[in-house]
């Protein structure tokens, strides 16, 4: 663990909520600070049109920083029904109900299968148990961030420092490893679409969408799409994920 914080240890019911149901918790709500966010959000290189899950939302500062300056689209998975109301609440009045969105849920319980980037400021311990559901659900070269604690077992890409008024924090990139390796299906067929096309002059058998994603200077999700449409086509046969 990077800091010893008094909140590392499991809260219960702390925080007001109005229907005193015994509410067990995995993290207390501790924001983290908008410069940190930023930074988090620039390490992971979230573009538009990327789809963010930050898992334990809180406020939704890092949702609303995701959309508003990043153009992605962004959910928060937030266990808290006051928090849950409150930042959707602010995703309304800032109008960004198209681009962003909290599900009030346990994160563990969450379809964060289309993540593009998944982000988190938990605790180690609970990291190591949401490690599994990551590992499983995400695809290979989805970006996960996480503030100030650690996946245990796995090598970030970047760790970086940033400094914010009172304290040091710290930043762990991590990359999903694998490919995703797009397999033509010989079928000859002129396709209309440009962007199409040149997708698929990039489908070797080599090339994963990653690899096509950086020549076309695209997201890997614009590929995909693409790559969805050309199987529709008959033109791409399948998608070879290695793990
Ligand atoms: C340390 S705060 C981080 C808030 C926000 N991500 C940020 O960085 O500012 C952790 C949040 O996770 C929520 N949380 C804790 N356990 C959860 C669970 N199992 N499912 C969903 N949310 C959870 C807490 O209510 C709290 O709002």
Excluded: C
Aim: charged fraction near 30%.
């Amino acid at each position: 663990m990077v800091h010893a914080y008094p909140w590392d240890l499991p809260l219960v019911n702390l925080y007001g909520d109005t229907d005193l149901t015994p509410m067990y918790y995995d993290v207390p709500f501790v924001p983290t600070p908008e410069v940190v966010v930023r930074r988090m959000l620039q390490l992971a290189r979230v573009r538009p049109g990327e789809v963010l899950y930050d898992l334990g939302s809180g406020d939704g500062r890092i949702v609303i920083m995701a959309a508003k300056e990043f153009g992605a689209y962004a959910y928060g998975i937030e266990i808290r029904k006051d928090l849950y109301e409150q930042s959707m609440a602010k995703i309304r009045d800032l109008g960004l109900d198209g681009r962003a969105r909290i599900i009030n849920t346990n994160f563990f319980d969450a379809d964060i299968s289309d993540a593009d980037v998944v982000t988190m400021y938990l605790l180690t311990s609970v990291n190591e148990r949401l490690r599994p559901k990551l590992e499983k659900e995400l695809r290979p070269g989805t970006r996960v961030v996480s503030h100030d604690f650690e996946v245990s077992g796995w090598r970030p890409v970047i760790v970086e420092e940033v400094y914010e008024e009172w304290r040091s924090h710290k930043i762990y990139l991590y990359k999903i490893p694998g490919k995703e390796i797009p397999i033509a299906s010989g079928k000859g067929a002129s396709v209309e679409d440009p962007f199409m096309r040149q997708v698929l002059s990039l489908v070797d058998g080599n090339n994963s969408i990653e690899d096509i994603s950086i020549k076309l200077n695209v997201t890997p999700r614009e590929v995909r799409n693409a790559l969805k449409k050309l199987m529709e086509a008959g033109l791409v046969e399948e998608i070879k994920v290695i793990r």
